[in-house]
């Protein structure tokens, strides 16, 4: 049976235990023991939707495990421009390759896409709902930084309504428990409820508020983002909040050492270049530890066991 990375409510707690692991001997791994790894093998990356990080850092996974890749990062030259359906170009680049990556402005897309083929399906981000291998990447993330992912106070800032990557990773971070949350949104960016609810049960606690400055006193790590103009239906909306929370150098000025920032990236304005060189700027060895994340992806879901 062929394996998928859909949604984080798909996966157990020992599973993502698994990547993290698998992860860590990828990481230690030699490179030229790596590249031989997946020689032969290909990669359709299909993204519907902008992208720098993840599509790239798939790309830079699959080739240095010594695999190949193919694919678009725009449909005008495709024959989605045509009409062609989704299912239709799955069915088509099922028989050019062995696993698929997608991204999509629309929620239930990389489900769908895995339901119209038997080779695996990874979700890349399938509109405001789900970017399970941004939450591998950030559980590794955190874990590097603090050498472990529970008993820790996060707090999650800005587009909490819109961001998949938020959605995913308190999904997963619910399944370690043992975690208190600070929501830190506009009130009309608040996080959805089906995913405050979910939270019952799970050992973790969480407060809501408008104000910045106590998480960055009183947290381990921020999670920030951006606010997601491309999903707003309004954009009378997006100009009220769009400058909601920046951090800057000054604002940390006092902040506990121990307070990290991760950001999944692309940042707009929401953290200002000159935070960069502080302690406390996690966000670009966060981008490194995703080609890392996600060759263990890549391994795991082809069957490549170490
Ligand atoms: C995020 C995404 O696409 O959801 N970026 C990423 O994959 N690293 C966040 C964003 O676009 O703001």
Same mark, same amino acid.
């Given at each position: ?36 790894? %997946? +020689?032969?093998? *290909?990669?359709? &990356?299909?993204? @519907? ?5 993840? /599509?790239?850092?798939? !790309? ?25 359906? %989704? +299912?239709?170009? *799955?069915?088509? &680049?099922?028989? @050019? ?5 997608? /991204?999509?402005?629309? !929620? ?199």
């Amino acid at each position: 049976m062929k394996r998928d990375l859909i949604s984080l409510n798909d996966l157990s707690l020992e599973t993502i235990q698994g990547y993290l692991e698998l992860a860590a001997r990828v990481e230690s791994m030699p490179a030229e023991e790596r590249r031989r790894l %997946l +020689a032969g093998r *290909i990669l359709a &990356v299909l993204f @519907y939707e902008p992208s720098t990080r993840t /599509r790239l850092s798939f !790309e830079s996974a699959m080739f240095r495990l010594g695999g190949n890749v193919l694919g678009f990062s725009e449909t005008g030259s495709t024959s989605v421009a045509k009409g062609e359906s %989704l +299912a239709d170009t *799955i069915r088509t &680049v099922e028989q @050019y390759a062995d696993i698929i990556v997608i /991204r999509h402005p629309k !929620e239930g897309t990389a489900r769908l896409s895995a339901a119209s083929c038997s080779i695996p399906v990874i979700n890349a981000g399938d509109g405001t709902n789900q970017h399970p291998s941004q939450t591998l990447l950030d559980l590794y993330t955190i874990r590097k930084l603090f050498g472990r992912i529970q008993g820790l106070r996060i707090a999650f800032v800005g587009d909490l309504k819109y961001s998949r990557t938020v959605h995913s990773l308190l999904q997963a971070l619910g399944k370690f428990g043992n975690a208190t949350f600070r929501f830190v949104s506009p009130e009309s960016l608040r996080m959805p409820s089906y995913l405050r609810d979910g939270l019952a049960g799970s050992g973790c606690t969480f407060t809501e508020t408008v104000d910045l400055g106590s998480a960055l006193a009183e947290c381990d790590l921020v999670y920030m983002t951006r606010i997601q103009k491309e999903r707003f239906p309004d954009i009378l909306e997006y100009e009220k909040v769009k400058n909601a929370y920046c951090i800057d150098a000054r604002l940390l000025r006092g902040v506990p050492e121990r307070l990290r920032i991760m950001h999944p990236l692309p940042r707009v304005n929401e953290i200002a270049p000159d935070v960069d060189p502080t302690v406390h700027a996690a966000y670009f060895p966060q981008v490194g530890y995703g080609v890392t994340m996600r060759q263990a992806i890549l391994l795991d879901l082809l069957g490549v066991k170490q």
